[in-house]
C-alpha cells in the first residue's frame, strides 16, 4: 500500500509517530478514536503560506472554522496570525484563546442580531456584509452605540471553484455574498450609512482548490470591480481574497500552491491594497490525524469490511463530500498481503463510511488505523449522534504531549438535560 507521511508524521522502525512522540503508544494511554495534532506542522504550513507570498502587502487571519481547538487558535495568533471567525462561537472561543480584538474578522453568512449588535461594539478589524439587509443593521446597530463599523462587502464574483459542489460558493444564485450591481448600489450610496466606514472587500470562491485558474479569474475580475468601487469615491483599504487553498490528500498528490502564490502575487500587488488571506485546511489539514481501532473485521457478499471505533461522527468529511482520506496503520507489517477493504464507522448509518474498495495492508482486530489530513474540517463538524462522545484532541509539540480536549463524558451529552415529572 501506498504510505501518505510528511515531515511531521514519519514511521520509524515500522511505527507511526508525529513528531517524537510513538502514536502506537499514545492510543494505549488515551485510548481511540483520538485526533493529534502537530504543533510543528501547524507552524510550519504557516510559514509556508507566509513565505509563498513574501514581496506583498499581507495579512493572515487563519480560518478558525477549520480547526477552533482553543490552542490551535493560539499557536497560530502567537505567530502573527489573525484570526477569521464565524460566528458568536468562533468569536468567543479566539477570545478565550487571548486574541485581541484588533486580529479579528468577524465573518457569517447570515450573522443574528445578537451577532451584529457584538461585532460593531468589538473593535475588531472587518465585518463582513453578505447582504444590504446586513448592510442597513449594521449601520442601525453601530448608530445605536456611537460608532463607526469597518464594513467588507463580500461580493459574489460569479467564478466556478471548479471544486466539489458543495465547497463552491461563488457561483451565480449562491447563497454566498451580494452581486456586483448591488454592490455598486450599496456603494454609491454609502453617504445613507453613516456609521459605515467601507473599507474592505472580500471574496471567498470555494475551498481545496488546486490550480491557479479560479484565483486569477476573482482576482481580475475584482480589479475591474475595484476601480468602479473607487469611482464612486469609495476607498478600499483591504482586499479579502478569503481562504480555499488545497492540499494534498493523496500521497501521489503535487501541490501547485507556490506556483498558485507566484501567479498570485503581482495581480495582488496591483490592487494597491492590504491583501488579507483566510487559509484554513492549508494550514491545519495534514497537520492532524484521526486515530481509530479496528473494532470488527468480517465480510458482506463479496466485500471485506474494517469497522472501525470512528465514524462519520468523527470524520463526516467522506460520507459528505466523498472526499479522499488516505487511511494506514499505525504498525507496518511487511509480512502482511495488501487487501481490498471497505472502511466503515459504527454508526448507524449507510452512508457511514471513509472509504470503498480501498488497498490497505492488511490488518487485524484490535488494530489502530490513522486516518490522515483530518485537522481541518474533522472535529469542528463531529456530532454527538448515536449517543457518542467527542474524541480528545492532542497536540504534540516535539516530544511532549498535551491534552487540549478530554474525551468528553456522559454526563456532557446530557448538559442540562433533565427529567420533568410532570412529564
Ligand atoms: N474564509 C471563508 C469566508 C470561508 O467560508 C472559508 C471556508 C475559509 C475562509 C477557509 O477555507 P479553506 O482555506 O479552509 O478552504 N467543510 C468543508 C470545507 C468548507 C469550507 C467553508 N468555508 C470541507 O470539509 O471540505
Do not use: W
Request: charged fraction near 25%; charge should be negative.
Amino acid at each position: 500500500m501506498n504510505l501518505y507521511t510528511t515531515k511531521f508524521f514519519t514511521y520509524k522502525n515500522n511505527s507511526l509517530y508525529c513528531e517524537e512522540i510513538e502514536l502506537n503508544k499514545l492510543t494505549k494511554e488515551y485510548g481511540t478514536p483520538v485526533y493529534v495534532y502537530s504543533k510543528n506542522s501547524i507552524i510550519e504550513n504557516y510559514n509556508r503560506f507566509v513565505k509563498a507570498f513574501e514581496g506583498l502587502n499581507f495579512r493572515v487571519f487563519y480560518a478558525a472554522k477549520s480547526n477552533y481547538n482553543l490552542n490551535v487558535i493560539r499557536i497560530l495568533n502567537k505567530l502573527g496570525s489573525g484570526i477569521d471567525v464565524n460566528s458568536q462561537g468562533e468569536f468567543f472561543r479566539a477570545k478565550k484563546a487571548g486574541v485581541a480584538d484588533k486580529d479579528l474578522i468577524f465573518t457569517g453568512v447570515g450573522k443574528t442580531l445578537d451577532e451584529i449588535k457584538l461585532a460593531v461594539s468589538s473593535n475588531v478589524l472587518m465585518i463582513k456584509a453578505e447582504s444590504l439587509s446586513e448592510v442597513i443593521k449594521i449601520n442601525r446597530e453601530a448608530g445605536k452605540i456611537g460608532k463607526i463599523a469597518p464594513v467588507a462587502l463580500r461580493i459574489n464574483p460569479e467564478v466556478d471553484a471548479q471544486t466539489h459542489p458543495h465547497i463552491t460558493t461563488a457561483v451565480s444564485g449562491s447563497k454566498f455574498g451580494i452581486t456586483f450591481s448591488e454592490a455598486l448600489v450599496i456603494y454609491g450610496n454609502a453617504s445613507k450609512y453613516p456609521h459605515i466606514n467601507f473599507c474592505g472587500i472580500d471574496i471567498h470562491i470555494g475551498s481545496q482548490i488546486t490550480t491557479p485558474d479560479p484565483f486569477i479569474t476573482a482576482v481580475s475580475v475584482m480589479k475591474d470591480f475595484l476601480l468602479k468601487v473607487l469611482q464612486l469615491g469609495i476607498k478600499i483599504e483591504h482586499f479579502d481574497i478569503g481562504g480555499g487553498f488545497g492540499i494534498e490528500y493523496k500521497p501521489e498528490d503535487n501541490s501547485k500552491f507556490e506556483e498558485i502564490a507566484a501567479l498570485l502575487v503581482p495581480l495582488l500587488k496591483s490592487l494597491d491594497c492590504e491583501i488579507i488571506f483566510e487559509p484554513g485546511r492549508f494550514i491545519t489539514a495534514n497537520a492532524g490525524v484521526l486515530l481509530s481501532e479496528i473494532i470488527y473485521r468480517k465480510r458482506s457478499g463479496d466485500k471485506e469490511i474494517i469497522m472501525l471505533d470512528a465514524g462519520t461522527t468523527e470524520l463526516i468529511r467522506p460520507a459528505f463530500y466523498g472526499s479522499y482520506h488516505h487511511i494506514q496503520p499505525l504498525n507496518l507489517d511487511e509480512s502482511q498481503p495488501d487487501i481490498v477493504v471497505d472502511i466503515t464507522g459504527p454508526i448507524c448509518e449507510s452512508s457511514d463510511y471513509f472509504a470503498k474498495e480501498r488497498t490497505i495492508q492488511s490488518t487485524i482486530e484490535e488494530e489502530t488505523l490513522a486516518i490522515m489530513c483530518a485537522g481541518s474540517y474533522a472535529s469542528v463538524m463531529s456530532s454527538n449522534y448515536n449517543g457518542r462522545r467527542r474524541p480528545p484532541e492532542i497536540i504534540i509539540d516535539k516530544n511532549k504531549v498535551y491534552v487540549s480536549r478530554s474525551r468528553e463524558t456522559f454526563e456532557h451529552l446530557l448538559y442540562d438535560e433533565k427529567i420533568i415529572k410532570e412529564l
